[in-house]
């Protein structure tokens, strides 16, 4: 498996990549890619099917100035930024007899970062509701897919040393939530991992054997991406 390790200029270019990668690999290039960056800027990043007007404070938003983006995957709106480490996978789905349904896929990549991140923290970590992990069930990463014919791309982040109060001013409560939630707020059900970005990255990488660097970054697909997409409100602000 390749590995790139590139964060862009902005949030919005940054989710484009990710969708990027996986129109490269649907374009018969015949690779797999486990992809790390880190936006130094507050972002929400709404689910591919949710209403922004539900899942955000839009007003507070724009008053801080913060970018409200439409990601290409399912699952919950969630607010990025400063000590949130984001990946994404794609792998190619007839590589691996786990990846044949949405529900299978999430339960082996789950599980597969579950045993990873236990074993190089010590720490008692457990997957929750359907994509989370969770630590004294805390959630401290989430996670979403979008399949196509040939490959999936699965995404997540995980809360390293994130400012959770700030969620609480930019996200509304979820209009669903997994029952483990039990309709907590977002500072009684979050936390944060407490170990440095490096470590994960590492262990990620040992967990997928991504030893080779990517060489080709499909920079115009990433481009068609913003001007289709993460660069036009009728995208991000849609529904």
Not at 51 to 57: F, P
Not at 137 to 146: D, V
Request: hydrophobic share 40%; aromatic share 8%; proline share 4%.
């Amino acid at each position: 498996m390749k590995y790139l390790d590139l964060t862009l200029p902005t949030p919005a270019q940054n989710l484009a990549c990710d969708e990027a990668l996986i129109d490269f690999c649907e374009a018969d290039n015949d690779v797999e890619i486990l992809r790390f960056w880190q936006s130094s800027q507050y972002f929400v990043a709404v689910g591919y099917a949710n209403r922004v007007a539900a899942e955000v404070n839009l007003e507070e938003c724009r008053r801080r100035q913060i970018p409200v983006l439409r990601r290409c995957t399912g699952g919950g709106t969630v607010l990025q930024g400063p000590g949130c480490l984001n990946y994404a996978l794609v792998l190619r789905i007839e590589s691996r007899n786990s990846l044949q349904s949405i529900t299978a896929t999430n339960c082996y990549i789950m599980k597969r970062h579950q045993e990873t991140l236990q074993k190089v923290t010590g720490l008692a970590i457990s997957v929750q509701g359907f994509t989370d992990l969770a630590i004294g069930g805390l959630k401290f990463s989430g996670n979403a897919q979008r399949r196509k014919r040939d490959y999936v791309l699965f995404h997540g982040s995980f809360l390293l040393d994130f400012d959770i109060a700030l969620v609480e001013k930019l996200l509304r409560m979820p209009s669903k939530q997994p029952a483990y939630r039990a309709n907590r707020s977002h500072a009684d059900f979050l936390t944060n991992l407490s170990v440095p970005a490096a470590m994960v990255k590492q262990a990620l990488q040992r967990c997928w054997n991504a030893n080779e660097p990517l060489a080709e970054v499909p920079w115009n697909g990433i481009d068609r991406l913003m001007n289709e997409k993460y660069g036009r409100d009728a995208w991000n602000l849609k529904h």
